[in-house]
């Protein structure tokens, strides 16, 4: 996942930069990082944790320059606490000077690295940003123009990324052939801003102009911004997974306003509803799936279980009988809305299974009658390759189980998922430019079986 | 407002009251206290700020004891960086070791202040606590009972509270005879709790027994609880903000469940409405009375405005045209929602008015054609002498304006309060027994006019 | 211990405050309060640890008023964590404003704190300052003037002690009569301040003007500072201990300087000397005791020990072969100047001898020949009824043992205490107005046989 | 300056790390950093501040493994804030894994750079660290084994720089030809330890063994220490600015201890001493050099300024009329042992001169009739080319003034500077063999003049 921002603005990019990542929030909570420049120096700071616990308006007001590139980080557990791999990444070499930031899951990473090792570079990092930042970096120590250098740099990579770049002084953003990563640009008054989700647009009052196309390079100055197209691929590879998990509902993707994508799976999940007495959104995930589920089925929507507004730590009391306190100071069912009560509970997906578990368990314990659970994704039966950290199938509950036997785990009256084609019905984009691969479907690219051993090639990310 | 708490439980009290705060976090951010006592000694922490920045598990770990109270602050502006102010407050004296906790804005406060003072306490805190610890330590000192004192302290208190305390290992807990300030009491299978609202007693898995009654008085040991009616009253002063702003939607109190009271009064704002495309709550305040709109009106329940799941700090930027990003940061209009329609928003209140004015123009800016705002409570005309922190009579945008200035000035299509009349039945408590006072009611307690001077008399609560 | 502060100065006291406190932070460092008055309203801050982990500039910008009093405290174990007993402390009563700090341990304090306690005062703390501030309340509230207030209190009280207090605007200032705590006062340019040593004058370029005579009043205004000796005592019964161990060396306490009597202690400790090559302190303790002794034997004075300038925390290595790196990182021998060699080392005092022990073993791990160990104190005996936090007898290495058996225990080739009669003269103040009760003399005040009992009774020095 | 240390111990190598770099704190305090190999891995952690903040005991147990580098870290201003620079820096290439921390000032430096930009590598910091192990690397990868990769890299290097490096799990250390910075090494019952002054040996009870010599490649495993003399120089540049200045005392660096060449040289400014009263030093560094002046001349070593043991930030009054309490925060004048007194003080450098005049005043205004200045080091008329942190000239007291001129601007009333045959004689090294560059020495290697332009050409000294 993460979350990354590029903006040439002539008012300076510091602010500009904390604002857009501040609505990209969702995508990575464990690292932030601003890189500016100014024409001659850049400033970077960058850190451990969420915005608010990297950046003070000290330290923003020290990062001058009018364009910058910022990320927002998720890191998978492998590479955690790795302090070196938060970008973005500043390089100095032949009086160019680059920083790079990417969401990427290359196919053909350890290959690349192996073969830019080999060139010459050493890596002081895992992350693919400092591998493509070195492939640019060869591209133009070999005397080709910059934008040159990112188009064959592209044209090498396999898999799925969104990146933006400062070279020298001029911004780039580019995103893969399929468009699995999410990335789109807009204006302000002041200059240009590229993004992973419209949300951040919407927070600068920036004007969306369009998505970044899959396979296209963005060449951005205070002039404008010039396009280029460099790959192209017969379909596409949009993840369905942005659409009902990862991004913020109020985004707009590849043409697609979240919110209601979710809403008319909603709707789709209440075809010949339970008799219930209310439909209630498991806080926040489940929202605007129940509020089509709502108006589908005439079921009033009244919440059910309500999310506490403040973030505590669950202390674990010696004696262990308030365990089950973790899960009651992030929510708490409505007594008097669910005793004695049919519930409908609508959430976006079930991973592991153990969450939902002890949410209707709780429902339950508050003295509902019937619990019927509505899920707004297929079962997800498979890991995923292109970044987006689930488990191993051993984990995932729908992996090895029937319908019947994940309703009767995690104890629900009823249960019921949306169906695939009711899922690409709703987001209105082709199945064959959907990517859904984790429930199910084909992988959009030819890897080489699952197996331990290329899990381990593809796999790490990187970030 | 702050929220308290009292627990005797066997297995010991400091995680309970941790967990039972947190459930009251909404009623005070700006300090937080626990006191336990182990038969011997107290044991106490507290601090300014949220409870997880005053508690961490090791702190928690040496509060020993199974008899405890603690509380959430808020505090008025006037008594802000009073670190002393910090409740629980202990005392020791001839043998008796009190702690005690409050909640209450006293008429009589300055009165018995001074005469306390005479009798030889002198204060080392401004708060209403500290005054009643001092009235109880002279009754035990003058001879009487641990519960005589109690009620003779009570008898003596004229305004609203809600107190728990300790004496001597017992556990007490008061509410005023006009139950303006909530709290309840329940039980688990190893004592007994006391707090502000049900939920608290939610988290606990602790079973509601009763809210404690208008002018009672429980005393509470680990074999049982015993009441005392102390004052009565032929009416009741049930205070209206707490449905409709202060409570958290899923308490009880005094039997109505709030989030069905706001429900009600949404469905009542529903009569008569305008030809629009949606409904939509101001997140997350204007959400239960968004439900019942939706269902009374069948207009649908959309979202228009979401709110942002993480919290920043709002950094000016040095050329400041990024300032209305503070709203932004908080809640962000879904463009495809509102754009060309015309949008129903639903709030719970209106104090100044120029946070309405800001969502108002935000969601025009997004490109709503109209927005019709209703608002869940009655205008609000005049300041709370009950310790509810509202402006004064100059702050406040309806006291001297009629609906079509306000709306104007809020930059409404349309703009609708509750009445007073679909309030009461909304809540379903005779108007008799509620406070209005700042919707323009009577003032439940015989005070002087308001006036810079018996403001300045009555009106610092105290915590 | 514990250092106290009392300032008027027409510039504002804060700043004036936080500098004094810090020339007396060796006193106590585990909290820390500054309260100052601006003629309407007192203004406090104060926390657990050292001065400059309590106080920020934004902090001390908002401690307003021209007088003020500040306490850098030491607190005995059984307090320890009981933030309410931070000091100072303030009170307001019948129109009166008190604000109290003190270094206290009185011998009638349980008596004094029952009969206040029956006066209806009502104890939040375990202070000697808060049981101070009753009895001046009291005294006030029965229609005594505010210096009699003062003269009352002192009257009654039994023990050590030096205050100050602000009472209304003015500053007060306080001395036992026997004088054990130390207190000395001094002048501006623009106002007057009272501190526990005169290094803190010297901080604030003030001129000394003399020390608070035991049994003596100062009443202070802008104006000037009005004398007012309220106690005599045919005898003093200065604390031996500031001199040797308390004090800074460069402080002049009841007119000795005490570096001066360190030194010459030094040098009535190398009478007779033993061949050896070298004289070093063991640092900082010891060094104005050792360069007295290299003086006056001619041995020359070589640092043998180096102490480590920086603050570091000794983790425990698992494996735990490091736990002997505590001592090390504190300091280190220098291998060249004690190897093969007859090392003197000169210290302050032996108080467990777990320290001595431990630096004698390292000196000669690093080769030395011979230590021969040099205290600039008697052995210590017993614990102090005053308030120096010495252990209980059972754990003073010299309580049960003579002089062989204790330079066997601590591995010395051979140890040489100060005599009485050096001391003494080292001081320059007759022996009658000297305490030594630690060492074995009489304890000036008469108080009950030592006994779990008394002990109990008098030592909870409170602060 | 800065600190390195590298360990190989059977039992784990953070907390000996840890240790070590604290002994050695003093030559770094603006940043740390340890990394460790387990055989598979690395583990890093490194920040900004010193040690004691960058490290806590669980981020010490998560530094797995038997080999470990680290290093405290002093920052020229112009690199200060560049996080990206704080060392060690790790790379991984080709199945290699290479840690590298150097302290290091290049004369070839930008060549390097600009060679190693040509073969490919892209450098992500400025710091030397990062370009000695790009050429490593390339040595590597055309095929040379590990130890000649370094031997190719030390004969390429120009300049003064001390170094410990991991590669694949077995330790390396090297030293320039000149031996301007200083190395060590010795071994512990579990391994070996390298570090930059013998000092952090002592603190891990390892015994010295040897200097590493100029010129000289180790190569540790767990089994023993290989030599290999890489480069030969006819002469050293042994810094004297180490025994004067930055070494601790109690280290040996290249077989004299620090402690006693500053011992000497304090003796060698006693010949012919003014008439005094006592000899003082400047605390803490003129300590060493005033014990030899008092023996020498017979003097008595009596302390006039003494330090404050507590670190304190000094605020400036809004009035600023507590300015001068920067300097009495940090050292107090002994008024007795001064006033009227004739003081010689002793220190051991004077660079701007600005805190010498503030000391001068200060010891003045506590009522000394004379102050007599003596310095262990001779005037500096030159900044460092070898990473010294010095001022340009133009800040440089000694540059463009005489003796006497010197003496008049900091208000002593006699000034003496130690002479460079003295010094020498004092150290005990031939003065061919010492760098004394700053002092007016010749330049131990051929750099073009001192201009603007060759200055920033060679002086950015990475770390």
């Known amino acids: ?131 493509i930042a070195a492939m640019i970096a060869h591209e133009l120590i070999s005397g080709v123009s910059a934008e040159e250098a990112f188009v064959n740099t592209m044209l090498r990579l396999s898999g799925a990324y969104a990146g933006v770049a400062i070279l020298d002084g001029i911004l780039y953003a580019f995103r893969d052939p399929l468009g ?11 200059g240009h801003v590229v993004v992973s989700e419209s949300v951040a647009l919407d927070i600068l009052s920036a004007v969306f102009e369009a998505d970044v196309c899959p396979g296209e390079l963005l060449t951005i100055t205070q002039d404008g911004v010039t396009h280029r197209q460099v790959l192209e691929s017969d379909h596409k590879a949009y993840c369905v997974f942005e659409y009902v998990y990862i991004a913020r509902p109020d985004s707009v993707i590849d043409g697609v306003l979240v919110y209601d994508a979710r809403r008319k799976i909603g709707a789709c999940l209440a075809k010949n509803p339970p008799k219930a007495d209310l439909v209630s959104p498991v806080p926040d995930s489940g929202i605007a799936f129940a509020t089509g589920y709502a108006s589908e089925s005439g079921i009033p929507y009244i919440e059910g279980l309500l999310k506490n507004r403040y973030v505590g730590r669950a202390f674990i009391m010696p004696a262990q009988n308030l365990r089950e306190n973790a899960v009651r100071m992030k929510m708490n069912p409505v007594r008097r ?33 019937e619990v019927h659970l509505r899920i707004g994704s297929p079962p997800i039966v498979a890991p995923c390759y292109f970044g987006v950290d689930l488990p191993t199938r051993d984990e995932l509950i729908a992996a090895g189980l029937d319908l019947e036997s994940i309703r009767e785990k995690i104890h629900a009256t009823s249960l019921k998922y949306v169906s695939t084609e009711d899922l690409v019905a709703s987001i209105g984009i082709p199945a064959e430019d959907l990517c859904m691969a984790c429930s199910g479907g084909t992988f959009p690219l030819d890897i080489k079986n699952e197996c331990s051993c290329c899990c381990r090639h593809i796999s790490p990310a990187g970030q």
């Open 1 to 131: 996942m993460s979350g990354i921002a590029g903006i040439i603005d002539s008012r300076g990019v510091a602010y500009p930069l904390y604002y857009a990542l501040h609505a990209l929030q969702h995508r990575g909570q464990e690292a932030a990082g601003i890189s500016t420049f100014d024409g001659q120096a850049f400033f970077m700071h960058k850190g451990p944790g969420q915005l608010s616990e990297v950046f003070c308006e000290e330290i923003l007001g020290r990062l001058a320059g009018n364009v910058g590139v910022g990320q927002v980080l998720y890191t998978q557990k492998a590479h955690r606490g790795r302090i070196e791999n938060i970008q973005p990444l500043n390089f100095t070499f032949k009086n160019h000077k680059l920083s790079v930031t990417v969401s990427a899951a290359l196919i053909n990473r350890e290959m690349l690295r192996s073969e830019y090792e080999g060139k010459g570079h050493i890596f002081s990092t895992t992350t693919n940003a400092e591998l």
């Open 180 to 190: 699995t990563k999410p990335l789109c640009f807009g204006k302000t008054g002041f």
């Open 337 to 369: 809305h669910v005793t004695g009560k049919s519930v409908i509970l609508v959430d976006d997906s079930i991973v592991r299974g153990t969450t939902s578990l002890r949410i209707v368990d709780m429902v339950k314990d508050f003295g509902a009658d």
